[in-house]
């Protein structure tokens, strides 16, 4: 072979180098782009539709309040009120209304039904107002009394020793009598059990969804999806795969309350039992 003919022959593979180089990073490109789209997408209806249900369950509980509210002459009436509305949303664990202190004299100083289920479909009716249980020194009574406006509470673990004890948050309304003063703070309570069993059945309501996922180029992908509190814990998560966020740019960010997208590498390590 004379000095041309490998001239010409190592120009051919510098050419075929560069253009495989360029075709590898066209298509690693679009495999991010591609997964990009494909997850924000995912994450968007996601979120959407678990913002659906979670301003689903608030009109629910607003049916229940309002018709506490209709009866603030009788405890029995309360009752009643709260019994008669709790079938309209049967994911919520229970609903309360916790009164001023005597505010039914009869009643002594606490008086705070709770109808609630346990293991059935069935609600059941329990007295939960005592000195033990001083409602009326909870943030969430606190607040409810100070800012006149509904609310969810801060996630809590409630202990009883009863399977009544777990991770829950709570959807908290003032209610008024016709003097302005407050009546009573209500509350519908859900778990994070049951946030963690929607979240995961949304997720695979749209994990092979057709048209989110018709540009796969030829990879399987999987995902799952997380709650996170704005300290960076991890409130809802499939079992193993709790993800704490530690960067401190995402943690301004989300207690900014902003929206976006963010790539981030994710070890094995930081998936927590």
Request: proline share 3%; charged share 25%.
């Amino acid at each position: 072979m004379n000095r041309q003919s490998i001239y010409v022959l190592l120009v051919v593979i510098a050419v075929v180098i560069v253009i495989a180089g360029v075709s590898f990073w066209a298509f690693s490109y679009a495999m991010s782009a591609e997964s990009n789209v494909r997850y924000v997408g995912l994450q968007n209806i996601i979120s959407e539709k678990m913002s659906k249900t979670i301003k689903g369950m608030e009109t629910n509980a607003k049916n229940v309040f309002d018709e506490v509210g209709k009866h603030l002459d009788s405890p029995d009436a309360v009752i009643a009120a709260l019994q008669s509305k709790t079938s309209l949303a049967p994911d919520v664990r229970g609903y309360f209304a916790a009164f001023e202190p005597e505010y039914f004299k009869e009643k002594g100083k606490w008086f705070e039904p709770y109808v609630h289920h346990t293991d059935s479909s069935e609600f059941e009716l329990s007295m939960v107002g005592s000195a033990r249980h001083d409602y009326t020194t909870s943030d969430w009574y606190v607040r409810a009394k100070k800012s006149k406006e509904s609310f969810w509470s801060d996630p809590y673990y409630y202990y009883d020793g009863t399977d009544m004890s777990g991770h829950y948050c709570t959807f908290v309304e003032p209610l008024f009598d016709t003097d302005g003063k407050l009546a009573c703070v209500c509350g519908a309570d859900i778990t994070f059990d049951w946030l963690t069993k929607e979240l995961q059945r949304i997720d695979g309501q749209y994990r092979d969804h057709e048209s989110l996922n018709k540009y796969r180029l030829m990879r399987e992908l999987d995902f799952f999806s997380v709650v996170v509190n704005q300290d960076g814990s991890c409130l809802i998560h499939p079992e193993n795969k709790k993800l704490p966020i530690k960067d401190a740019g995402m943690l301004q960010d989300m207690q900014q309350k902003k929206c976006g997208t963010v790539d981030m590498t994710v070890a094995q390590a930081y998936l927590q039992k």
